[in-house]
């Protein structure tokens, strides 16, 4: 075996142990993920109504108070949305973190006494402790942190399209 072939299957195993350990909170991924689209949906809104409210101040409208109202409202529901999947997030992290050091302890448990015998208790725990924490970052970090600044990305260079093309084409370029 080469070992990219080594690290693909590696890197599929532990994509398999991570899905495997998130499919007990399915339910309340898919609310964050829920709520990461609609904050990033807001939160792409909130500049191009920004530049609305400019654009009505430099030519007198009175549309002025209107786009300011829809600023305010868009970006009080993006606030929310964004106090919740932080708060919920945060219960999702140290919930997972627990359970898998539960799951751990509770597994040794039904180990032979032979096996604690050979090995100390100290480099199990630290082991436990190390997967936990790397299995919770993970989760949190990828799934519910980076989620919604990536779609917010996309929807900001959505609304980038529909209002210039040419600086959306732009923008892409540089990148």
Avoid: C
């Avoid at 209107?66 to 106090?83: E, H, M, P, Q």
């Amino acid at each position: 075996m080469t070992k990219n072939s080594i690290r693909k299957s590696q890197y599929r195993e532990g994509l398999r142990l991570l899905f495997y350990y998130l499919k007990d909170w399915k339910g309340l991924l898919i609310l964050l993920i829920t709520f990461s689209i609609f904050e990033a949906l807001a939160n792409a809104t909130v500049p191009y109504l920004a530049g609305r409210i400019v654009d009505s101040l430099i030519n007198g409208s009175a549309d002025f108070l209107l786009i300011l109202g829809i600023w305010a409202v868009i970006k009080l529901v993006a606030d929310v949305f964004d106090w919740q999947i932080n708060s919920r997030s945060n219960r999702f992290e140290e919930s997972l973190h627990t359970d898998y050091i539960s799951r751990a302890f509770s597994t040794l448990l039904y180990f032979p006494l032979s096996f604690h015998k050979q090995h100390k208790l100290g480099e199990i725990t630290n082991r436990i402790g190390r997967a936990a924490n790397n299995l919770s970052e993970i989760a949190a970090d990828l799934i519910v942190d980076l989620a919604p600044q990536f779609l917010s990305i996309i929807f900001s260079l959505a609304f980038t399209f529909y209002g210039n093309p040419q600086l959306a084409g732009g923008l892409l370029g540089a990148g």
